[in-house]
């Protein structure tokens, strides 16, 4: 043991290492740190510390794994477990695995401090009780008073009892813990001290370190407070023979009275969280049912508004001039918008109530590209842009996929491109082959390229929320309500495949999308 306890911080974030380090070295404990649980049980192998703060999620292994290997190869060695991610099976995972603690981020520093110093302290007081047995066989006498300095100074109870369950000797811990003195326990036996419906194993618990003649931490317990209240506590003992060859029992006990608190609060707010994650997935549930069913509702009388457009357009009932033409064509033109702005919206609500169920065929890579083509064929030579279609020679292939999803995510990319293109501009539509970047497996491509008004980085991530766009409603130019990227990516999705964005603001944009090539074999 060193006067400043050894502090292993072992975590990925090196903010969060650099400010535990400054926080613990401000209270006088000695700390080195490491990024991953690799790292930290190398340095742990070079330099024996007291405790290590394991962070649960690591980059290379897991924070249990940590824990499990610590507490097999350093044994003296306490854990405690922080975490952003708690569950209440880590945690007793954790726990069973041999952590003295188990903390949610964020945490308050207090809240820490006292975890690290209850941790340090039952180390101090095992290596005490260890160094105690030692002494104990080999100088029993000439130690006594050095020993009992050391119990005296331990913040856990250290106790003595015979095989038949009578304490020979507590430690001054005592009454710091119950509020009466230890000599009011001496000669006793344990049993009038413990909550009745523990006494049971706590029995067992001392017939099997006695009669195997191996150390062991017992189950939990309750022990009796002079205000009449319970406190909580774990016994960690080991078996010996005196100096008269009496087999007695060796004792820490740990008061886990807030331990217990902690991980029962933590149970009740992971319940509340639970409660709260059904209710709102109801809440969603309902929210896209309620959408689907007004989204069927209107395409009826859409469809009728269209349909009759097109019937005065076509002029069989009478010619129109040139201002009637022209208002019945922004009418159906509308109308269009409109429906396919529905059929975004029901796509969405089908691929909820269906969990994603695909319906794969095969086919060319160009058949769900061309139809979207051929659609804004007629605006685009309207408008100047220049639409271009480039399918490299080893993927104009057969793929096996969901051909209708995919058309749809492809036609929401180009029908981006085109509305976001200014006039004289330029879409390209290229197919090819690429590698994994991970494996060695062979992706399809497809990506759009255009030469519009491009997108700030920073804006990515709201391209693809529902129901978002980057104009503000105010200044809005272009038509859309926020769900063709949406709805392109979870096609996408659907297939095991990544879409992704290269974009700068004045420069135009890049969307691709890479899925797998699966065989296309007829089975």
Known sequence: MTDRPVLLIIDDDPNLRKTLSDILEAKEYR????????????????????????????????????????????????????????????????????????????????????????AIEKQQSEETIRKYQEHLEERVTENVEKLRVYIDNSFDVIFTLNCEGTFLFVSSAWERHFGYPADNVVGKSFIPFVHPDDVAPLVAYLQQVIGTMQAATSPPYRVKHADGSWRNFVANGMPFLDSNRELLFNGVGHDITEQLKTERLLREALDEATKARFAAEEASRAKTEFIANMSHEIRTPLNAIIGFSDVLCDELFGPLNDKQRDYLNNIKNSGWRLRNMLINILDMAQGEFEGGVLELSCFPVRDIITPSLNVFKQEAEKR????????????????????????????????????????????????????????????????????????????????????????????????????????????????????RLESEQGTGSRFSFTIPLPDTRQG
């Open 31 to 118: 700390t080195i740190a490491a990024k991953d649980g690799t790292e930290g049980l190398a340095m742990i192998e070079r330099n024996p510390v007291d405790l290590a703060l394991i962070d649960l999620r690591l980059p290379d292994i897991s924070g249990l794994d940590v824990l499990k290997r610590i507490r097999a190869d350093y044994p003296h060695t306490e854990a405690i477990i922080l975490t952003g991610n708690a569950t209440l099976d880590s945690a007793i995972e954790a726990t069973n695995k041999g952590a003295f603690s188990y903390l949610q981020k964020p945490y308050e520093i207090d809240q820490l401090l006292l975890h690290v110093r209850r």
């Open 384 to 499: 100047g842009i220049t639409l271009t279609l480039e399918v490299e020679p080893e993927a104009d292939v057969t793929i096996k996929a969901d051909v209708t999803k995919l058309k749809k995510a492809v036609y929401q990319l180009i029908s981006n491109a085109v509305k976001f293109t200014p006039n004289d501009g330029n879409v390209v539509v290229n197919a090819g082959l690429i590698t994994s970047e991970h494996t060695d497996e062979r992706l399809l491509e497809i990506s759009v390229s255009d030469s519009g008004i491009g997108i700030d980085p920073a804006d990515f991530p709201k391209l693809f929320t529902t129901f978002t766009q980057l104009e503000s409603p105010y200044t809005k130019r272009f038509a859309g309500v926020g769900l063709g990227l949406v709805l392109a990516r979870t096609l996408v999705e659907l297939h095991g495949g990544t879409l």
